[in-house]
Every structure is written in structure tokens, then in C-alpha cells.
């Protein structure tokens, strides 16, 4: 009985000639969204890149993989997938696709009217406003930010007719109200201009790291170089491949772009070997790279000069990804999405061949991006992951707070109706498939203030954080912080590295920044080291690094930062204690241990 009503069932879905009128069905609510006023009707001729995902059915196979090939004690260690296997894993069912384009048919869009992901999970239709509310039945408006005053398209709610539902995992941009930024802390202007970093006195003696065999330069507790992090991070001497098929890929958002003079003026003064080396420069989307503009960004330069300065001569690669408005009503044109991770997913899981290392300093609230965009953008760095890509995410400069550096000005409650104060985790820190970095300052390392930590209210602990994290929370006396972290959630951040006082040059001058967006490309710069040694030796590369720092072949290699906490929320925050903690993860990196465990 059962078998023959489905078959009925199903043949009336293939035979319907016609669309009945649908029955629609809520897909995703948000409350408002805070900071934002609605403004109006958003104008129904105006262009909507409207992105749908179709379910990954067999994504916990595809997890099941990731685990597998990123576990060194599994014999399948380093096995990483293959393009064509990953999109094997994520296709969606062929019942999704046939309900999709039949929904897709009904609104007269047609086979030319779409742009398919490879493995054809997403499907991205430009529809004029108004058809997107027929579609969606739902109303568009504009909206504006209180406090930066730009104007995006959106809506706190839309639906699917109730056959569709299903098939569909979400439609963006629609409730994305969120604000990512780039993590960079502190901008200092510096007055030695003249002064190289690498001809400095250094008469100023040098510090011994207790416990640890290295020892660093006395300048380095007041200005971080590259030869700083070089000594600290136990790297000096190494020398990287610069063809052995190894790269580091640089993500950049915002309108952020490097500058390649600027990189120049850094490398005269911190790598002299690398002057007149340069990047490859990727625009998606409408990326911008202006080399005439003086608004070259501070956090692209950050990002590149510390990440090609630690891996010289590794090659790099910089994707500047566009997308954010200013929305203007009167341009009939395709409106941005005003989101930065699904334009560079899309393109870069289009390549046959990703870098094994890709750093990211951008960042926002969890709370603030809708929870099923962040799945699904999680699940779409599972699948970097999965083809052998180590991904460093920053894990925010507030702290236990949002991430606003500012505890001042600090938003810690919570935006889902009930208002109640809670720490904020930063996303992507918060996806257990990519490696979140945390920060520190000073020689002998404490951790910095304002390190990004907590517990993620999306993503559950991962079982590689199980027995790091419940040693941790057993630590913590009865009823610490009650209600305002997730006991049960991914914990942040994995690692560390410096993130202060970093010299940098912008606009032909030196610079001193910090932020987590310091200690990100830091980390990746180590880490993209170690892969250079795997592929010289013929070694897959590291991948998703997770399981394997976490386990214990590494968790024990790290300088363990057991001093500093990271106030936030009007609290004081966690504390950095021996072993994992939430403000520096396990700690900062020694390059010579971990070279020994993955490169012996
Ligand atoms: C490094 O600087 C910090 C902060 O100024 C200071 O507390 C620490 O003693 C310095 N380290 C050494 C070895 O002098
Ligand atoms: C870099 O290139 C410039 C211009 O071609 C040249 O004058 C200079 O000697 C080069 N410097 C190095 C260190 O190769
Ligand atoms: C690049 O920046 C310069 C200086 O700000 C400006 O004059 C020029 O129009 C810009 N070029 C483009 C293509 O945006
Ligand atoms: C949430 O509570 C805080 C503190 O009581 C208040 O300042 C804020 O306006 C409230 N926000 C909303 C959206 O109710
Ligand atoms: C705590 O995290 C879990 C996921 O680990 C989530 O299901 C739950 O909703 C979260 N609780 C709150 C109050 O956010
Ligand atoms: C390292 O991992 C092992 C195995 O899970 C665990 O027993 C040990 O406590 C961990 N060490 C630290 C410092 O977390
Ligand atoms: C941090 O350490 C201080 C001093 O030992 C202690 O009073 C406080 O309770 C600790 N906080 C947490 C969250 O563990």
C-alpha cells in the first residue's frame, strides 16, 4: 500500500503538465536585523543574483572522507579527493534538479537562464526584484546601516512552494544582513621610515624562551619582522620550494586589494632576496586591484607581506573578491550580494587545482549570518578540505565579545528575540572544518587582549575537540559564565601566533598593525612551510589540519600560552591555561617539532 501510494504519488509529480497553484511554506525567518533600518520597496526591475542550493545528500559520506584522509593515524592519511570525487559526493538528487527546474519552468526561466555549479548544487538565476518575490513570496526592501550608512537588498523571511521545499537548502542573498570585517585591531603610524628592519641594531641582546630551545631578538618584543617570527616560530634556515607545485593563497574581501609597491618596500627591508619577486592577482566578482589608488588595504598588505615574506619563494596567489555595494535603485544592472565567501567558493571549488594553504582574516558574528548560509558555507570549506587545502580563518579581535575590538561599544546580546547577553563567536572561526587562529603579544608570548574565543551556537564540538575541550571545561569552576557560552559547541580558536605590532608597509610607508588578521597569515605562512617540505618529499599536503593538531602526534609540539585572558561582554573572558583553552587554542607554533611529525 505504502510503496503504491509513493508510486502514485510520484507519477502525478512527473505527469502534472501544468503548476497548480503552489502552496507556499516558510523556508527561513530572521528577526529584524539589528543595526539595519528598513528603508523601502526594493524597485522590481532591479537585478538579483539569486543563488539556490540544492541539498548535498551524501555530504556525511563526504565527511566521512575528510575525517579519513586528515586522520594520521588512518591508513587512508593523505588521500585527498579529487575534484571530480568531491563533486561526486555533493551532488544533489536527480528528484531535487527535476523539482527545481520544474519550479524554475513554471517562472518562464529556462536551461539558458541558469548558471550551474559543477556538481550542480547551486543553481544561480538573475531575476529582476519582482519575479524574486513571486518566486519567493516574499517582499524585498532596502536597508540601511545605522552606524557605516550602506544600503543592501533583503528580506527577514521568504518561502517555497511546499513541493520545492525540500529540495532547496536556501536561496541567497535574501536574509544575509551580515557585516563582515576585515580583522585588523590596530593601525599605528611608526616615525622610523628610514631605518631598515634588517640592518637593525641588535645590540639589544637576545631573549631565551623558557622551556624551548629557541631564543629571539631582543627588537622583537616591540616590532615583529619576519625574521622575528621566523626565530620565535623555531623556522630559521628552512628553505622553501618555489617549484615543488606548492602555493598560498591569500583571500581578499571588501575592497581590499595589496599593493605591489608597498610589497617591494617590505621586502627591501625584511627579505632583501625577494625584491622583485611579486603575486598572482585573482579578481572574482569584480575584485578590485588598483595599483594608482592609494586606498590599497591596509589588511591585503598585512596579509600578503607577512604571508610571502615567511615562505619566500613559495608563490603566492591574492583573490581579491568584490561584491559589496553601495546599492544604487537606478542601476538596472546585477546588484552585489553584498556576501563575501559564496562568490570566491564558487569560483575557487571550480579549479582543478587549489593551494594547500589559504589564509583568511575576515570575519563576523555567528549570531549575524543565518544559520543555514553557514552550514552550507561551512560544508563548502569541508569540501577545500577534503581536495587537501589547510584553511585559516582569524577568530576576532573582541574577545569573548562580537567583534568589535572596542569592549566599549561591544553588542553582546543575543538577536534571537530574547535579547539576553551572551559572547559572541566570530564565523567562520566557528566552522569545525577550517583551523581558527588566535593571538598573542610580547616575548616570552602571553595571549593578546583582545584574542577572538568561546564556543560556536551552530556547530557542535567535533569529536577531534572532545577530550581537548571537556579537559578544559572540567577546569573551569561550577556555574563559570552559566548561560552565556554553549558547552556544546565547537570550540575557538584551534592555534595561535603573534598579532600586534606587526611592521608593514602602506602607502610607501612603515606601519605598525595587530589584529587576529596578523596571526592568521602568520600561521598559514607556517603551515604552508610544512607542505613545502611534504611536497618536496613527495608527501600529499596536510590538508584539513584539525584532527591531526588535536591528536597526539602534535597537541603537544605547541608553545603553550598559560598566561592572558580575553575580556569581552563586560566580563573578563576566559583565561589561557596549560593545554587547549578559548583564547589561544593550543598555543603558537614550533615549525621544527611539527616539520619532525609530518615531514621526518
Ligand atoms: C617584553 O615586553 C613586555 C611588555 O612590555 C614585558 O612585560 C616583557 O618583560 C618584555 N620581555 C623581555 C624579555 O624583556
Ligand atoms: C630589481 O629590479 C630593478 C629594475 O629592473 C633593478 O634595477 C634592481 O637591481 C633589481 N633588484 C634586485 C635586488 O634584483
Ligand atoms: C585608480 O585610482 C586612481 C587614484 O585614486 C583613480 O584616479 C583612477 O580612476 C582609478 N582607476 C580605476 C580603474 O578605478
Ligand atoms: C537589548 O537589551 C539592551 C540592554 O538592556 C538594550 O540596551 C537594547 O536596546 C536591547 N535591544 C533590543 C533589540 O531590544
Ligand atoms: C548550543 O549549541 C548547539 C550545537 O552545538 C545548538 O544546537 C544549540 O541550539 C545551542 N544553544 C544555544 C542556546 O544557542
Ligand atoms: C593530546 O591528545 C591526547 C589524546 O587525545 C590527550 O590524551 C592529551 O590530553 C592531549 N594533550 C593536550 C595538551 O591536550
Ligand atoms: C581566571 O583566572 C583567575 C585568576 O586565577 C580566576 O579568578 C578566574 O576565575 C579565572 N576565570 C576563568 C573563566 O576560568
Known sequence: ???????????????????????????????NPRDWVQLHRAPVDYILPLRIALPQIKFGELERHLYEVSNPGHQRYGAHLSKEEVERLIAPHPESLAVINKWLTSHGLDEKDLQRSPAQDWVTIHVPIGLAEEMLDTKFHTWKH???????????????????????????????????????????????????????????????????????????????????????????????????????????????????????LFYADQVPAAVNTSFTVSLINGGGNNQSSTEAGAEADLDVQFGLGLTFPTPGIFWSTGGRPPFT??????????????????????????????????????????????????????????????????????????????????????????????FIPLFPASCPFITSVGGTVNIPEVAVSFSGGGFSNYFQRPSYQEVAISEYLDSL??????????????????????????????????????????????????????????????LPSLGFINPLLYSDHANTTFNDITVGNNPGCGTKGFNATAGWDPVTGFGTPNFGKLLRIVAP
Open 1 to 31: 500500500m505504502f510503496t503504491l501510494a509513493l508510486l502514485v504519488a510520484s507519477i502525478v509529480v512527473v505527469v502534472s503538465p501544468l503548476p497548480s497553484a503552489s502552496v507556499y511554506k516558510l523556508k527561513e525567518r530572521i528577526p
Open 146 to 264: 545605522v552606524v557605516h550608512g550602506d544600503v543592501v537588498v533583503g528580506t527577514t523571511s521568504y518561502s517555497l512552494p511546499e513541493d520545492v521545499h525540500a529540495h532547496v537548502e536556501l536561496v541567497q542573498p535574501t536574509t544575509y544582513f551580515a557585516r563582515p570585517r576585515a580583522l585588523r585591531t590596530t593601525l599605528r603610524f611608526t616615525e622610523d621610515t628610514a631605518s631598515a628592519a634588517v640592518n637593525k641594531d641588535t645590540s639589544a641582546g637576545r631573549i631565551t624562551i623558557p622551556g624551548s630551545e629557541v631564543s629571539v631578538d631582543a627588537s622583537c618584543n616591540t616590532t615583529i619582522t619576519v625574521a622575528c617570527l621566523k626565530e620565535l616560530y623555531n623556522a630559521v634556515g628552512f628553505g622553501a620550494s618555489s617549484h615543488n607545485g606548492n602555493i598560498l593563497g591569500i583571500t581578499g574581501y571588501l575592497e581590499q586589494f595589496a599593493n605591489f609597491e608597498d610589497l617591494q
Open 477 to 538: 569552576p561550577d556555574g563559570t559564565y552559566e548561560g552565556l557560552f554553549n558547552r556544546s559547541g565547537r570550540g575557538i580558536p584551534d592555534v595561535a601566533a603573534q598579532a600586534d605590532r606587526f611592521r608593514i608597509f602602506l602607502s610607501g610607508r612603515p606601519v605598525s598593525i595587530g589584529g587576529t588578521s596578523a596571526a592568521t597569515p602568520t600561521f598559514a605562512g607556517i603551515i604552508s612551510l610544512l607542505n613545502s617540505a611534504r611536497l618536496s618529499k613527495g
Open 329 to 422: 535603485p537606478d542601476a538596472i544592472t546585477t546588484g552585489d550580494t553584498n556576501e563575501p565567501y559564496l562568490d570566491w567558493l564558487s569560483f575557487v571549488l571550480r579549479q582543478d587545482n587549489v593551494p594547500q594553504t589559504i589564509s583568511t582574516s575576515y570575519a563576523d558574528d555567528e549570531q549575524t549570518v543565518p544559520e543555514s548560509y553557514a552550514r552550507r558555507v561551512c560544508a563548502e570549506f569541508a569540501q577545500l578540505g577534503a581536495r587537501g587545502s589547510t584553511l585559516l580563518f582569524g577568530s576576532g579581535d573582541g574577545g569573548v565579545g562580537d567583534g568589535n575590538p572596542d569592549p566599549a561599544t561591544q553588542n553582546c546580546f543575543a538577536n534571537d528575540g530574547t535579547n539576553r547577553t551572551r
